[in-house]
């Protein structure tokens, strides 16, 4: 079955810590996407990548920093100069021939204990 | 830069009844996308529907239809015989549809609740 999948679906992380978020599709999609949502609030634009080996910073870049060394694989990592990574992240994936509609994955929840 | 605007924050139906979430947008572009998405509790998301806008024949999906009115830039989602499974957080989104791998730019979403 074609999709994104992202792990962990929930993740614990101590201060001062990095940590990466995964995410990979095999919808042969060229452009991904990283969201952070807060509770009851609407989804703000981390990084996004239309190629491979290039990125674009989104609206929230500060402390967070990501990869896009393979067309499938986009990781966020969450360092520790992010001063409030306690949300629930989303990953997207999209075509220019599919009406550049975003697939979305399941995401993963992240608290900062 | 585009904006998309939801001015409903909450909104409630009864069961079998229809309701109409609004959205409204901002843009200089001609050609364009317009999506609405629907979370769940599970807070995956889900595409509802797609118009293009330069399509003058307003999108529909079963039970979901949409109202594109292209010169007002207002893009309002019907539910029609709501069911208690359509409740969730809705999300209105734009992009533009000349750019590979553009940006959606997303509303701040309308929390639907169906009574039973």
């Known amino acids: 079955d074609g999709g994104i999948t992202q792990s962990p679906k929930y993740l614990f992380r101590k201060e001062g810590q990095n940590v990466t978020l995964s995410c990979e599709q095999n919808l042969n999609h060229d452009a991904m996407y990283w969201y952070r949502q807060d509770p009851g609030q609407g989804l703000r634009l981390i990084y996004y990548?239309?190629?491979?080996?290039?990125?674009q910073k989104g609206d929230i870049a500060e402390g967070y920093s990501v990869s896009r060394e393979k067309k499938e694989s986009f990781p966020l990592t969450v360092t520790s100069a992010q001063k409030n990574p306690t949300a629930f992240y989303l990953c997207?994936?999209?075509?220019?021939?599919?009406?550049?509609?975003?697939?979305f994955g399941p995401g993963t929840r992240l608290t900062v204990l | 830069a585009q904006t998309v605007t939801q001015s409903q924050p909450e909104m409630s139906v009864q069961e079998a009844e229809t309701v109409t979430l609004s959205c409204t947008y901002d843009t200089s572009e001609n050609n364009y996308y317009l999506f609405w998405y629907k979370q769940p509790p599970s807070r995956q998301m889900i595409l509802v529907i797609r118009?293009?806008?330069?399509?003058?024949q307003n999108a529909t999906e079963n039970r979901f239809s949409v109202n594109f009115q292209k010169a007002a830039k207002s893009f309002s989602l019907k539910i029609s015989d709501s069911q208690l499974g359509d409740t969730a957080m809705y999300f209105c989104?734009?992009?533009?549809?000349?750019?590979?791998?553009?940006?959606?730019?997303f509303g701040e979403g309308t929390q639907l609740t169906v009574n039973p």
């Open positions: 997207a994936s999209s075509s220019a021939s599919s009406y550049n509609e975003q697939f």
């Open positions: 989104a734009f992009n533009p549809a000349e750019t590979s791998g553009s940006r959606l730019t």
């Open positions: 118009q293009e806008a330069y399509k003058q």
């Open positions: 990548s239309q190629i491979v080996n290039d990125f």
